[in-house]
């Protein structure tokens, strides 16, 4: 019989793989439900924190914060990159990092220098690989990321900008759309967009404690905070999203493989039985 | 009075309130309906919402930002204390981790610093100071 052995043993190795990988693809799909629960759960707080920008910005029109101010010339540029602290998730990483690399030789065109901040394992091994300066890293946020946790991280860049070492700040991340689809977005983090109401109907202020500025430095960093905050947890989602479709695939493809090769390891075994059949009756007819 | 408490992770508290009593940075706030526009940065400890009815909520907060208007109040709460030189130490920890990943050393131990245990500490006991208070008060009615 030729190579039946070999083919059961590569048929159980496969059988094995599938089975880790159907349920990696179970776990995945029970995260996603988690993940997007959190993404809701921030909600709030977001709109929250949008409607005391609003008013501030109504209050308040004269004083500007060096946070909303955009700069003539931009000498260099940050990055915020989400990613994923494991693989496994298809080109999830992938395709957010291309978008990146095709963004960053554009500034670099322009003759302005990059930096990034990474969060999470994938980026920053890949960003070190191709030597782009890394100001400051957090990793292993986990199923449920802190803020606290991203803090110190979104600090750096905010300190740089209002040193002026940095006059854009982008933040990259995976949107996720929907289970199928995850979308790799550039957005622009720092100066703040401006926002569209501006008819300012009746002029009005807060009592400040302490000072007007002080709080508005507040409120903005709260706000970015927020911002970064929401997209690691789109991020999150996306991941999840992505690796249950990796897993998915994976699972079928190992099941194909598997009727493929128990098709070939039949014939081998139907060709051995004729084969032997033959022999006795070619050995019977020679008596 | 329209209030709403929210921390980066959900609604804590939202309703209709007839005194709001907050832990202000320049000392404790006492809001009624149609107060003055305020804002003003909050201290950890807890704000108490009394509603309409006289009943009253405690919400415990590790600090944030209070926004008074004539008929609402937004309290965003942060889930930690926080301060400048926590802020400070936690930017420092990301730029040696990133250091770490350029060097290749990539350690697992991270252990807290002074500030950020400073901190934590003064959380804890800001919260535990205003839970006891929040005691005492609910005991002298009875």
């Known amino acids: 019989m030729a190579g039946g052995k070999e083919i059961t043993t590569k048929i159980r190795s496969i059988e094995n793989t599938r089975k880790v990988t159907s349920a990696l693809e179970m776990v995945s799909a029970s995260k996603i439900r988690k993940s997007q629960d959190l993404m809701a759960e921030t909600r709030p707080y977001a709109k929250m924190i949008r409607r005391v920008m609003g008013h501030l910005s109504k209050a308040r029109p004269e004083y500007r914060h060096p946070f909303t101010m955009g700069r003539e010339q931009t000498n260099k540029v940050g990055y915020i990159i989400v990613s994923t602290d494991r693989g496994l998730c298809g080109g999830l990483n992938t395709n957010l990092f291309k978008m990146i690399l095709a963004d960053m030789a554009e500034w670099k065109s322009k003759g302005a220098d990059v930096s990034a901040v990474t969060l999470g394992k994938k980026a920053s091994a890949f960003f070190k690989n191709i030597k782009v300066d890394i100001a400051a890293h957090a990793s292993d946020l986990g199923e449920k990321p802190q803020i606290e946790d991203l803090i110190g991280s979104i600090k750096v860049m905010l300190d740089a900008y209002r040193k002026e070492e940095i006059d854009l700040v982008y933040i990259v991340y995976n949107r996720f759309e929907n289970t199928m689809s995850q979308k790799p977005v550039l957005e622009q983090l720092l100066p703040l967009p401006e926002t569209d109401d501006d008819e300012v109907q009746d002029i009005w202020d807060y009592i400040y404690e302490p000072d007007a500025e002080t709080l508005l430095d507040t409120v903005i960093t709260r706000y970015i905070e927020a911002d970064v905050y929401h997209a690691v947890l789109e991020n999150l989602a996306s991941e999840h999203a992505a690796r249950m479709i990796a897993m998915k695939n994976a699972t079928e493809n190992a099941g194909e493989l598997i009727d493929e090769l128990t098709l070939v390891f039949n014939k081998a075994r139907q060709a051995a039985i004729t084969q032997e059949i033959s022999e006795i009756v070619g050995g019977a007819a020679a008596v | ?142």
């Open chain 2, 1 to 142: 009075m329209q209030c709403d408490i929210v921390s980066a992770r959900k609604t804590v508290y939202s309703g209709e309130a007839k005194l709001i009593v907050a832990p202000g940075a320049a000392g404790e706030l006492g809001i009624t309906p149609r107060h003055a526009p305020l804002m003003t940065t909050l201290l950890p400890g807890a704000v108490r919402v009394i509603e309409p009815d006289g009943k009253e909520v405690p919400v415990l907060i590790g600090g944030g930002i209070i926004e008074v208007m004539p008929h609402m109040v937004t309290v965003l709460a942060d889930s930690a204390a926080r301060a400048h030189d926590f802020d400070e130490s936690a930017a420092r920890r990301a730029k040696e981790r990133a250091q770490r990943v350029i060097d290749g050393t990539g350690g697992a131990s991270e252990g807290m610093d002074i500030a950020e245990a400073k901190i934590m500490l003064k959380d804890t006991i800001e919260q535990l100071r205003a839970l006891d208070r929040w005691r005492k008060q609910v005991e002298h009615r009875k």
